[in-house]
Structure formats: structure tokens, C-alpha cells
């Protein structure tokens, strides 16, 4: 009997330390997982796993962006519209829409027989001018010795004058269809003329064929130098006070290329069209081919730019409609392991521009002292979310 009693002691005893330390581990436990709700934990497993990487608050210039869409276009100096000065037949041209031409090269001859008589009208009177400048001389010599009339000297001075007035304006015309009086010979009259391009471009657009009769209004060719692109682009009335003289603007060819390209603006319009709307011209900065005039392009006016407290875009997180980042708080032992704290703070977003965010913290936050996390904050936020599966 007494053994048996001092058995069923015994168990007892194991009995009652057993469910002691049980409610111990039970109450330990209950401890560790009963976190306060802006805080979560990883050990070191779930941490290297998350990529997590801690960082600080940077101050970084950011600037606000207007979206505007316009066209690309030339400035008047750099389209030039070619035409024939006296006109006449095409008798030979090479050109093509889109061929590279340099200045001075020929872009079409005509042919008119009024060219011949322009030049012979030319040499006549030249030859007439001439002899009317030696007859003037010896008429003012005979003037002066007292042997002729003042009359018969006016004559000889107004002839000589005229022809001068008329080889000189003769002299003009043929400078204009291209042909150098001054070396103007009997033998190489012509009667066709040259027409040559006046700037370094492309040609936009051909409106002749060999054959084919061109009056002096009729434009020849179009040419454009792309080396000196602008935009043109509109913007709305509520906008103007956003955009300034020397403002840089990015943009790109809609659904032909995403390679972002940069222009400068050098002029606001000073008329609101009946819109509502306002033209800013910019000029492209670089040379590109694949840019011709009158594509459209999609464009962003950098407005602002400020120094403020950033983080990459992936350190701000939204979750129920509100953004918050996640700080370092602590790293300790739990039993065996060690757990690295984390708490989430509610911040208000700003700016974004470059992948960096403008973060607007709390007032009592010390950018100084306090690690952000820069990469991992999602999987921060899931672990907070499903402790059940995230908690050590």
C-alpha cells in the first residue's frame, strides 16, 4: 500500500511540473506572437529570402511633368520652297522625294529661248554701252576746249547714262537664273539655266517631270534641313504658367519608337486660339533621321524641380488606399534564433520622377538615425498580413 502511494505521488508530481512548464511554453509563446499590429518579424532565414536591402532617405531633385502632344516642324530658314525665276521647260532633273541634297547642287535645267534673248539683249547693250561711254568722253573733251554745244554734250551724257542703268539691270536678271554676265561671251549663249539648292536638306516634295512646263510661281522642289527640327506643341490656357522659356522637354514618336528623345524650349505663344489652347515651340537638341516634319509626338514639360526627401519607387508601398514605408527597428534573440523587427509607417506621397518618390513623413521621423527598406517592402507587408505563415 505504501508503495503504491508513493507511486501515485510521484506521478502526480511529474504530472503537475509537466503542465506547469507546458503553460509556461504555452504563455512564452502567446508572448512572442502577440506583436504590436505596426510591427513584423523575420529571422534570418525569411529575411534573406525576402531581399530585403535597408537604405536611407535621399534628398533628390524632382520635378513635376505636363504632358502635351504637338507636331514636329521646321523653322522657316530651313524650308526652302525652289522655283524657276523666269520659267520655262524641265529639261532635266535627277530628284526624288527623300535624296540628300547640298547647297549648291543642281536640282533641275530649264530650257527657254527667252534666256537667249535675254543674253543677247545683254551683249548688245553692253556694246552699245561702250561705244556710248567713248562717244561721252570725247563730247565732254570738245565741251570743255569750247568747240561744241552744251546740248550735243547732255545727249552724249543721258545715252551714255541710260545704257549704264540698262546693262546694270540686264546684269541683275542674269544673276538671278544663274549666269555670270562678266564672262558672258558671243559663243556661249544658252538656252538653258541651272537651278540650284540653296540650303543643305532633303527633298520633301518633287512637283515637276522632265517635259513638264513650270511658271515663275510654280514651286520645283521642296527642301528641308533636319538638322534644325523644332516642335510645335499645344498646350491648355489653365497650363501657361507651368511653361517657360529654356524648359527641357522629353519626347517620342507615338507607336513608331520609345526611345526618348530631348528638345528646349525657346518660344511661348503670346495669343490664346479659340481652344483655348497655347503653341510652345522647342528645339531638338540632337540630330535624329528617323525625326521628319509634320510627325506627331508625345512629349512631357519638366515644370519643377525641387529638392525633397526621396526613396525608390519600391520602398513606398499602397495598401488600403494609403502609403506607408517599412524602418529598421530592432534585431534580438529569441531562444536559438535571432529575429530582425520592422515597423510599417504611414507616409503621403509626392512627387515621382527617375524612380525615386517624394516621401512627406511624420514630424517627429529622424531621416538621420532611422533605416529604410528599400527593397523587399512587399514581402514585409505579406508577412504582416499572413503572420500565421510568415511568423517564427
Known amino acids: 500500500m505504501r508503495t503504491k502511494m508513493f507511486l501515485i505521488i510521484i506521478i502526480t508530481a511529474f504530472y503537475t511540473i509537466s503542465c506547469n512548464s507546458k503553460k509556461e511554453t504555452s504563455e512564452h ?41 504637338g507636331l514636329v516642324n521646321v523653322s ?42 535675254l543674253q543677247q539683249n545683254y551683249l548688245e547693250s553692253k556694246s552699245k554701252l561702250e561705244y556710248a561711254e567713248i562717244e561721252y568722253n570725247r563730247q565732254k573733251d570738245l565741251y570743255n576746249e569750247n568747240v561744241n554745244s552744251a546740248k550735243t554734250y547732255q545727249l552724249a551724257l543721258s545715252e551714255y547714262k541710260s545704257l549704264q542703268s540698262t546693262v546694270y ?20 549663249i544658252s538656252s538653258t539655266i541651272a537651278v540650284f539648292s540653296p540650303i ?22 521642296e527642301i528641308v534641313n533636319t ?51 497655347i503653341k510652345v515651340y522647342a528645339t531638338v537638341e540632337k540630330d535624329n533621321k528617323t525625326l521628319l ?22 520602398a513606398v508601398i499602397s495598401f488600403d488606399d494609403k502609403n506607408y514605408i517599412f524602418v529598421y527597428s ?11 523587427l520592422f515597423e510599417i509607417i504611414e507616409v503621403k506621397k509626392g512627387l515621382t520622377n527617375n524612380g525615386f518618390t517624394e516621401v512627406i ?11 529604410i527598406v528599400i527593397k523587399g517592402a512587399y514581402n514585409l507587408l505579406s508577412a504582416m498580413k499572413n503572420a500565421g505563415d510568415m511568423a517564427c
Request: a negative charge; proline letters at 4%; aromatic letters at 4%.
Open 29 to 69: 509563446n502567446s508572448e512572442h506572437e502577440e506583436l504590436p499590429p505596426n510591427i513584423v518579424e523575420m529571422n534570418d532565414t525569411q529575411y534573406k529570402s525576402a531581399g530585403i536591402e535597408l537604405g536611407t532617405i535621399e534628398h533628390k531633385e524632382l520635378s513635376s511633368e505636363l504632358k502635351v502632344n
Open 76 to 117: 522657316p530658314q530651313n524650308l526652302v520652297s525652289v522655283s524657276a525665276i523666269m520659267g520655262g521647260y524641265i529639261k532635266s532633273t535627277k530628284l526624288v522625294q527623300g535624296s540628300p541634297v547640298s547647297k549648291g547642287q543642281v536640282l533641275a535645267v530649264i530650257e527657254n529661248a527667252e534666256f537667249i534673248d
Open 169 to 188: 539691270a540686264l546684269e541683275q536678271k542674269l544673276k538671278l537664273i544663274g549666269i555670270d554676265a562678266k564672262k558672258l561671251q558671243v559663243e556661249n
Open 200 to 221: 543643305n536638306g532633303y527633298v520633301k516634295t518633287v512637283n515637276v517631270n522632265v517635259g513638264k512646263y513650270v511658271n515663275p510661281t510654280d514651286v520645283i522642289v
Open 227 to 277: 538638322q534644325n527640327l523644332t516642335l510645335e506643341l499645344t498646350i491648355f490656357e489653365k497650363d501657361i504658367d507651368k511653361v517657360i522659356k529654356g524648359q527641357k522637354i522629353n519626347f517620342n514618336i507615338p507607336n513608331k519608337s520609345d526611345k526618348m528623345m530631348s528638345a528646349v524650349i525657346y518660344q511661348v505663344g503670346k495669343s490664346i486660339n479659340e481652344d483655348k489652347t
Open 293 to 314: 516634319p509634320g510627325m506627331y509626338v508625345n512629349a512631357t514639360i519638366a515644370t519643377t524641380t525641387d529638392s525633397v526627401a526621396a526613396l525608390p519607387m519600391d
Open 330 to 340: 530592432e534585431r534580438k534573440k529569441e531562444g536559438e534564433k535571432f529575429v530582425t
Open 361 to 371: 513623413l511624420p514630424q517627429d521621423f529622424n531621416i538621420n538615425v532611422r533605416k
